[in-house]
């Protein structure tokens, strides 16, 4: 097949999901294009199924801000029709679906099939969560969830918050998160990553995010703040984002800033999950919780908030511990048990990547592709 994708380039879950997806389609034969912004976080190096198509906003004095939107749209069009797509998949409803819709509109005359190519939209959490749910966006959202072809929700939570709030004319189908098993794997050999990072006679928690106020920083800090009052531990932060600064100015003003190691942007973090004892994750809401699934990947058991998709696939007291938003003393009390116990994390950890594998990348592939051949044939 001849994929186009279009996902935000940024650091984060969908994009991470969208270009881990493109590069397993491409590994099994299909053409795939990027229709982008900018070249998405994790796309690396050439691949020969892999076409980047980068899209220019017009800039123009009268415009206060350019239009990205009606640019991606234009772009989507040149390349289906340049590149003969069979499929676009818009991961994000805003923009990437509404602009794939309107690329089939200028489509429209030119093409013998009047719908061109399929949309395939993903929905992946805030946008639907926070941004379709905003009445400035609603309409928008559900226009684009409307006018697919065929929908895909990263977990049963997301499908049934896009069930309740849009009552969508199409089912919506759950294809959820997953990650490369191969990849994603402990590290044996971490003792120069170890020494680097000052890590000795250390246990070590990581949290990694894009920083927004739905991931709960402080929360992080403070659940900190309380292990490593009973443990010698160092926290690492990978991303950055709004809440970076007040997060570091937080583990300044209580005297914790030189056990909390600020990173910023990594895009391989399988060195650092696997220094990791431990992944904090204390979201407000989390539509799957992609770093917590490639966290467990690599042995590292999570204590995560009790909503969202965590309960998913996270089991509470198997991988790690579901706790109740902003339980900040739960959280610390079953870190320090998890921490102190070897017997505990050992057990945990090996269930943790038992349970990754079976949300390898190949199986969610395989979906997907089932996914697209049944738009193709008309099947939804
Ligand atoms: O919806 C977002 O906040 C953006 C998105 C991202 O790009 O980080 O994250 C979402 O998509 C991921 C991949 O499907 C999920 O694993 C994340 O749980 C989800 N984030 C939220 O729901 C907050």
């Known amino acids: 097949m001849k994929i186009g994708i279009s996902c935000h380039h940024t650091y984060g879950g969908s994009g991470a999901v969208a270009t881990e997806l493109g590069k397993a389609l491409a590994d099994r034969g299909h053409i795939v294009h990027f229709i982008n912004r900018s070249a998405p976080f994790r796309l690396g190096t050439f691949s020969k199924n892999i076409f980047y198509h980068e899209v220019e906003a ?21 390349v289906a029709t340049f590149e003969k797509l069979d499929v676009v998949h818009a991961h994000y409803a805003i923009p990437h679906a509404l602009s794939a819709m309107l690329a089939r509109q200028m489509l429209e005359d030119s093409c013998s099939d009047a719908k061109c190519f399929r949309l395939a939209t993903t929905l992946h959490g805030t946008d639907i969560t926070v941004v379709g749910a905003d009445s400035s966006m609603h309409g928008a959202v559900r226009l684009a969830i409307n006018k697919s072809d065929g929908v895909t929700a990263v977990s ?15 089912d919506v189908e759950v294809i959820a998160n997953f990650v490369d098993t191969d990849l994603f794997r402990r590290q044996p050999d971490t003792v120069h990553l170890r020494e680097q990072l000052d890590l000795k006679g250390r246990k070590v928690c990581i949290h990694i995010s894009n920083f927004r106020p739905v991931k709960r920083i402080l929360d992080v800090l403070k659940t900190f703040r309380s292990i ?6 160092t926290l690492l932060f990978v991303g950055d984002g709004p809440e970076r600064s007040e997060a570091e100015n937080w583990a300044r003003e209580h005297g914790i800033d ?29 539509s799957f919780g992609l770093a917590a699934l490639e966290a467990m990947a690599c042995g590292v058991p999570v204590i995560v908030t009790d909503m969202g998709g965590f309960p998913e696939f996270i089991v509470n007291g198997t991988h790690g511990f579901l706790v109740g938003l902003g339980d900040v003393e739960a959280m610390a009390e079953k870190s320090v048990a998890l921490l102190t116990d070897e017997r505990l994390w050992e057990e945990f950890s090996s269930n943790c990547v038992e349970q990754a594998r079976k949300y390898h990348v190949t199986a969610m592939v395989e979906q ?13």
Do not use: W
């Open 58 to 78: 017009m800039h123009y004095p009268v415009f206060e801000c350019p239009f990205y939107s009606l640019a991606l749209a234009t772009k989507i069009a040149e």
């Open 156 to 170: 049963e939570f997301l499908r049934s918050e896009t069930v309740k709030l849009f009552e969508p004319r199409r």
């Open 228 to 233: 490593e009052q009973s443990v010698p531990a």
């Open 258 to 286: 030189e056990r909390v190691r600020f990173l910023g942007k990594i895009s391989d973090i399988v060195p650092l999950l696997s220094v990791a004892d431990l992944m904090l994750m204390p979201s407000s809401g989390e």
């Open 368 to 380: 997907y592709e089932a996914f697209y051949m049944s738009l193709l044939n008309g099947e939804s």
